[in-house]
């Protein structure tokens, strides 16, 4: 089994430790020149220690953004130890090692440390160094890591779609669940808590699972599959609305209400419910997902339901009486 699938591979989490440790003696004071000898002897060692050392100085920075009482510690007890425990805490939350897997459901601090985010019922457009471009679904992030040998990208959370550049330097997109390597691609990739969803538009992609030792499986173009740590389900055929929300839509094929309504959920702050005596109902169409409220006006009139609001952030969908 490919080591890079229990941490990525540009930044180990004993290298991580080490710029951490090295920051944190630097902010409680100025270091001595034996120190700082030692530090710069650090720094040249290995270029992964410099990699390292721009990550955490980036992550630190995002920490000045914060209004959490860890950061709050962090950033504001120089000389107490709870501020060191703090700050270590979020700078390893975002120093690329395999504890941000570990701990970023615990803590709700992934996106305001990823490398790029979008909130809550809005979409965005990032146009790599390498001429990649990544469009990032409503509450996504990603860490993204390239280097002279290769090109890494993380999706955290989310839905991204992803039109990979050629380069001479090898493209891996982690996930929670595992290792895709495109080769000339588009594709879409949607992590959810227990697997990772995968639509293969253009060109083709490795697919290794991160505790799976075989082979890895070529998901061709017009191709979709469902993955977790262990294994793969057999690859079908694109859906016919697969990545329509790049173009703001959100399209559903006799789709069971509770269903369409948990997705239109996703582009919407607050609790979005269906209640259980019209969860079967079918609903087909093709809906603009920046417009949530009209989608509901419009259930109404096509199907034998209201609309209950109780406050704008919490909304019932119910059988009409």
């Not at 951490?20 to 270091?31: F, H, N, R, T």
């Not at 130890?81 to 570990?102: C, D």
């Not at 985010?117 to 860490?143: C, E, F, M, Y």
């Not at 699972?209 to 694109?238: C, E, I, K, M, Y």
Request: with cysteine.
């Amino acid at each position: 089994m490919n080591g890079a699938f229990n941490h990525p591979p540009d930044i180990t989490p004993g290298v991580a430790e080490q710029a951490v440790s090295w920051l944190v003696e630097m902010q409680g004071g100025a270091l001595s020149p034996r120190r700082q000898q030692a530090w710069e002897h650090w720094l040249q060692a290995h270029s992964e220690h410099q990699r390292a050392w721009e990550h955490i100085q980036r992550v630190n920075q995002r920490l000045r953004g914060l209004s959490s009482p860890l950061a709050h510690a962090a950033l504001n007890a120089p000389k107490s130890s709870s501020r060191r425990h703090a700050l270590k805490l979020l700078l390893l939350l975002g120093a690329g090692s395999a504890l941000t897997y570990g701990l970023r459901d615990q803590l709700p601090i992934t996106p305001l440390l990823a490398d790029y985010s979008s909130p809550v019922g809005q979409r965005r457009k990032v146009q790599l160094q390498d001429g990649s471009l990544i469009q990032l679904n409503t509450a996504s992030s990603v860490d993204v890591s390239f280097n002279a040998q290769q090109r890494v990208i993380r999706l955290l959370e989310g839905e991204m779609q992803l039109i990979a550049a050629k380069d001479a330097r090898p493209l891996q997109v982690f996930t929670a669940d595992g290792l895709l390597q495109p080769q000339a691609a588009r594709l879409n990739l949607r992590q959810f808590n227990n697997r990772t969803e995968l639509a293969v538009f253009d060109g083709r992609v490795a697919l290794s699972p991160a505790d799976h030792t075989g082979s890895p499986l070529w998901v061709n173009a017009h191709q979709q599959v469902s993955f977790n740590r262990l294994a793969w389900s057999t690859p079908q055929a694109l859906d016919a609305g697969s990545g329509a929300w790049t173009d703001g839509m959100l399209v559903a094929a006799h789709m069971r209400l509770q269903d369409f309504l948990a997705e239109l959920g996703r582009y919407r702050r607050g609790q979005l419910n269906c209640d259980p005596k019209v969860a079967e109902l079918l609903i087909s169409g093709t809906y603009p997902i920046d417009d949530s409220e009209r989608i509901l006006s419009l259930l109404e009139i096509s199907l034998p339901v209201r609309v209950r609001r109780f406050t704008r952030y919490w909304v019932t969908v119910e059988a009409r009486v």
